[in-house]
């Protein structure tokens, strides 16, 4: 992973977290929408990485880049990852900006844990940047789950507003 990409991944972590404020109406979601949904992309894509990196320190290599644009599960994150930040973002911005705060410190306390690991288990040089990027990106997942978590339970800020008016159509299956 390039660095350009890893300082942008950060700014969004952080002005994510920065930006955290009460649920506002729908309206104003879109925005924090967005931002998840980008934060998510970043992520997913980082998280794809580091599944690379596993299956490579295993032995199964990518020989090709026909390997590498073939749909795989390994791609999910990167389909999963903007489907959740943007619902996340949608739904609380307290709870993005907790994910996004919690993620950017699991990712620099799972790179240090993993550089270590992985030179205690590879015993090469490439055992340690492997290690980083692979403990990086669980304790970046780690630490989006647990933020959102604890975002989502955070219930200090105003009430949310009440609709007008709702409408509800039924797609059968129910009695």
């Keep these: 992973m390039s660095r350009r990409s890893l300082n942008l991944g950060l700014a969004v972590a952080l002005g994510a977290a920065l930006h955290a404020a009460p649920a506002?109406?729908?309206?104003?979601q879109t925005i924090p929408a967005v931002v998840g949904a980008a934060g998510g992309f970043v992520a997913g894509t980082y998280t794809m990485a580091a599944?690379?990196?596993?299956?490579?320190?295993?032995?199964?290599?990518?020989?090709?880049?026909?390997?590498?644009?073939?749909?795989?599960?390994?791609?999910?994150?990167?389909?999963?990852?903007?489907?959740?930040?943007?619902?996340?973002?949608?739904?609380?911005?307290?709870?993005?900006?907790?994910?996004a705060g919690w993620g950017a410190v699991g990712f620099f306390g799972g790179a240090a844990l993993g550089v270590t690991a992985g030179h205690l288990i590879w015993r090469s040089d490439e055992g340690r940047w492997a290690g980083a990027i692979i403990g990086s990106a669980a304790g970046m997942l780690a630490g989006v789950v647990l933020g959102a978590r604890d975002g989502f339970a955070d219930d200090s800020g105003p009430a949310a507003p009440t609709p007008l008016f709702s409408i509800s159509i039924p797609l059968g299956g129910g009695r």
């Design 24 to 28: 506002r109406p729908a309206g104003a």
């Design 51 to 99: 599944i690379y990196v596993t299956k490579a320190r295993v032995g199964h290599y990518l020989f090709s880049l026909h390997d590498a644009l073939t749909i795989t599960p390994e791609i999910l994150p990167v389909v999963a990852g903007p489907v959740a930040g943007g619902w996340l973002g949608a739904e609380s911005k307290v709870a993005l900006g907790r994910a």
